[in-house]
């Protein structure tokens, strides 16, 4: 029996489409008008709160009107709107979510300073429903505009929609994640920007292997969908082997019944009326083939195309979006969970193991496993599907073989994404033998390299446009540098290369040439050893900071712990004025295994530089029997200079075991043989150590004679070891003379004088970024400032001082320098004479401080001295 077709609706000629807007009123009554202007132009009704007084509650009233209206337009600002007593939402967020199931045209008023937080968090939500259409304006007459050609194409779609034949978009051809985006937003924003507002129409999504481009990439086509009347179409070329196989996948991913010659010009035909979103997944197997897609965005003005692939493509109007690894918890950081790394690990691993929470202790765990892993999602995500077997501290234990642990992807899951070495072995597959070369020997960097340095180790296979391929194909990453560019791998991907190099046999020749090559860079020249030279030099190897531990590293591992010896006494200052005191002690204990097969001056260097790091741990005990032993090498290898450093510790050491007496001899006998070789002819390097030698010796016996109450012999030698330190013009022993020399000048009343030998101190730790030094400079000022009356200041800098140690460590300073008067003493003194209130005020301020404000704050205060250029641009 044939249908029966429906009446028509036939409507009374004032029965036309009803658009409703929704606003605060006051705030944005131009606005509004505005808005009633574009409707009625276009011939339709307006339907405004205001129109007419009604003897209805105000709630009764809108939800009547948004019942009978078609349209809903939104125009928000700065204000919420009222809430009434006992509701929970305003009037304005009511009227929106009672508009759902209606065409929604929002319309946001920027810029808006005062945007309260609940309006705020109201646009967020609205801005993330991709079924609404979301626009800023600045003034009404803008508004307008935008209104009346909102409406004319919405009515227009609406049209087209009833026609014959008519399909809906294709919005369905997107694929649909098994698991939500975690913090994508931004990437996610910055990509709907360079469509909407930059008119971008080839966007390349680049990244390594599982840094989850496709996914972004998804994520952004369902929010811009909307505004492609064609729809989105989403194309996997994968499995696509050859670039001439390119125009069939993407006609038979567009629906097109083509074969042949005709393939690319039916495409073309296809596309050149339409205003489509095209997304190409997994292109960089395929680059060659990316002339074809520069001809269908030359031929289709309304095409734009979203491709993801680990290389760029290298075609006109190409933006590079270069997709970020997801950002992972510092060392130390106080809640992991902030960070969207260890989110990610927490809901995967929630997925297999469903009683999987985040403790105290797993918590460091995981974020230490999210920072080895690199931020990379796959990574992350092919750990976190172990925790049904391993607990987190379990699993970060194994991860020195990421390789073998990271291979539990889902089965659904193409095969080069199912374990980490897949998907790198994917990448690797893509590239030429002079590239996959040189990818293996750029494995024996760690941190970032520079030109110089990738010549120097890789030899042949480092061309620039082998080393700039690379880059372009997610291997390798452009770093910021000084003035030549620099480059790094991801840790993750640096294992790999490392595990490629290997397996090419030239193993030991990169990493002979990379230790040699850094071994040769750490030697300070000349200018180098003193002022404005040590600061660029410490700074230098600051860059090469990695490297130098890889270089030490491999020089002990391969049994040459005589270069490792070298290297470590042509670099001390660095390790140690740059807080890395910690890893020079690892080098060092590994060094004195070998120095029993040492010559005496090797043995001697090995000794005391292993005693000098135990100095600087506390160890004192050790440090002793250290630097007694190096003694007697010294002198048989005729080493005076040696002797003299190795000497001066010795008596140090002894004065802090209260054996004054024979310290002071020790120490008297060491400057009196320092003094005699004053008029020796020395190269440069020889000029610098003996100078540091007398600084050192000086100082440390005219601590022994502050400690005995001889405030005029303590002053003398506090001077000549500034002098030789000034001589030598060396950071170090000038940070220790200047200190020694304040606290001397405090003992003899000189407070003024203190404070200003401390304020120079302070500087020139800052210009070394020396902050562990800079925390004891600041406990010692504080001492002044309380015996200055300044008691509020005094708490300050004490608490600025305590939060530096806590951050930063207890650096080298301290165990060459009496600890001035601190916590215990000046504490209580400035609690007793100080209101609670005040004492809390000052030290919640000096908490609150950076290194960098506290030492402006402690230098403009003292002595008015400038900042450190270094540290005011920081």
């Known amino acids: 029996m044939p249908a029966v077709a429906p009446d028509p609706v036939i409507r009374t000629p004032d029965q036309r489409v009803r658009v409703f807007t929704s606003s605060t009123l006051q705030e944005l009554a131009a606005e509004r008008k505005a808005v009633q202007d574009a409707v009625t132009r276009l011939r339709l009704v ?61 319309y946001v008023k920027s810029p808006a300073p005062a945007r309260e937080p609940r309006l705020a968090g109201l646009l967020a939500r609205i801005k993330a429903d991709d079924s609404v259409s979301y626009q800023r304006f600045s003034k009404p007459a803008e508004l307008q505009r935008l209104v009346e050609d909102d409406l004319a194409l919405l009515l227009s779609e609406r049209f087209e929609m009833t026609q014959p034949g008519y399909s809906a978009p294709a919005l369905a051809a997107l694929p649909a994640p098994a698991t939500p985006l ?131 493509l290298r075609i006109r109007g190409e933006y590079e979006f270069c997709v970020p690894p997801l950002l992972v918890p510092p060392a130390g950081a106080g809640n992991p969970l902030d960070y969207p790394s260890v989110q990610l690990f927490a809901a995967r691993a929630r997925a297999v193991a469903p009683g999987f929470a985040l403790t105290g202790s797993s918590a460091r765990a995981v974020a230490e496993i999210c920072r080895r892993l690199d931020g990379l999602p796959l990574a992350i995500e092919l750990a976190a599907a172990r925790i049904r077997l391993l607990s987190p501290r379990a699993l970060l234990a194994r991860l020195d073989d990421r390789m073998s642990v990271l291979t539990a992807g889902p089965r659904d899951l193409p095969e080069r994404q199912r374990t980490l070495r897949n998907t790198l072995d994917w990448s690797f597959g893509l590239l030429s033998a002079d590239e996959q070369a040189l990818f293996a020997r750029l494995g024996a960097f760690a941190g970032t390299f520079g030109l110089p340095a990738v010549t120097a180790v890789c030899g042949d296979a480092a061309q620039m446009d082998t080393l700039s391929s690379l880059v372009d194909s997610s291997l390798v990453r452009p770093e910021a540098g000084d003035d030549e560019p620099r480059f790094s791998l991801l840790e993750t991907i640096r294992e790999y290369a490392l595990d490629r190099l290997r397996e090419s046999g030239d193993w030991d020749g990169v990493h002979d040439r990379h230790a040699a090559h850094f071994t040769a860079l750490a030697q300070p020249g000349e200018s180098e050893l003193h002022g404005a030279g040590q600061l660029a030099w410490l700074n230098r190897l600051e860059l090469r900071h990695d490297n130098l531990n890889a270089a030490l590293s491999w020089l002990i591992e391969r049994d040459q712990p005589g270069k490792a010896l070298d290297l470590v006494w042509a670099t001390w200052r660095f390790w140690w004025l740059h807080g890395h005191a910690e890893e020079l002690a690892r080098h060092a204990d590994l060094i004195l295994v070998h120095a029993d097969h040492m010559p005496p001056r090797q043995r001697a260097l ?113 001077a000549d070891g500034l002098a030789a330190a000034h001589s030598a013009a060396d950071r170090f022993t000038i940070l220790v003379s200047l200190y020694d020399l304040a606290l001397g000048r405090q003992a003899g009343g000189d407070l003024d004088g203190a404070a200003d030998l401390l304020s120079q101190g302070l500087s020139l730790a800052a210009e070394a970024g020396d902050e562990p030094s800079l925390a004891y400079y600041l406990e010692a000022l504080a001492g002044v400032s309380a015996r200055q009356d300044n008691p509020e200041r005094a708490a300050s800098l004490l608490a600025e001082a305590g939060a530096l140690l806590e951050a930063k460590g207890s650096g080298w300073l301290h165990a060459y320098v009496p600890r001035a008067p601190h916590d215990d003493s000046v504490l209580a003194g400035l609690r007793a004479s100080m209101t609670g209130a005040a004492f809390e005020q000052a030290w919640t301020y000096g908490r609150s401080l950076d290194s960098t404000s506290a030492v402006r704050s402690a230098l403009e205060e003292t002595t008015r001295r400038p900042v450190p250029p270094a540290l005011a641009a920081s």
């Open 46 to 106: 307006p339907v405004m709160f205001e129109s007419g007084a009604r003897p209805h509650p105000a709630r009764q009233l809108y939800r009547a009107y948004l019942a009978q209206s078609q349209i809903f337009v939104g125009i928000y600002w700065q204000s919420y709107g009222w809430v009434a007593p006992g509701d929970e939402l305003s009037g304005l967020e009511d009227e929106y979510r009672l508009s759902a199931g209606m065409p929604r045209l929002i």
């Open 182 to 312: 975690v913090d994508r937003e931004q990437e996610v924003a910055e990509l709907e920007d360079l469509v909407v507002r930059q008119d971008a129409r080839l966007i390349t999504l680049t990244g390594p292997g599982g840094v989850g481009k496709s996914r972004l990439a998804i994520e952004a086509a369902g929010k811009l969908g909307g505004r492609f009347p064609d729809g989105v179409r989403f194309i996997d070329l994968a499995s696509v082997s050859a670039t001439d196989l390119v125009p069939a996948a993407v006609a038979a991913g567009l629906g097109l019944n083509t074969s042949g010659d005709r393939l690319v010009t039916d495409v073309v035909s296809y596309l050149r009326a339409r205003r489509l979103l095209l997304i190409l997944d997994n292109v960089e197997q395929l680059t060659d083939g990316a002339p074809l897609l520069a001809r269908l965005l030359a031929a289709a003005p309304g095409l734009v195309a979203l491709v993801t692939s680990r290389t760029v």
């Open 606 to 718: 090995a000794l005391s530089g292993a005693g000098f790091v135990r100095f600087a741990d506390g160890d004192q005990a050790r440090a002793r029997r250290l630097f007694k032993k190096s003694l007697p090498l010294y002198r048989q290898a005729g080493d005076r200079l040696g002797l003299g450093l190795a000497a001066a510790a010795l008596g140090h050491l002894l004065a802090a075991r209260r054996e004054a007496a024979i310290a002071s001899d020790l120490l008297e006998q060491t400057l009196g043989q320092l003094r005699e070789m004053a008029d020796q002819p020395f190269t440069e390097p020889e000029r610098v150590q003996y100078l540091l030698d007398v600084a050192l010796a000086s100082n440390f016996l005219g601590q022994i004679r502050l400690n005995q109450g001889d405030h005029r012999r303590a002053a003398e030698l506090f």
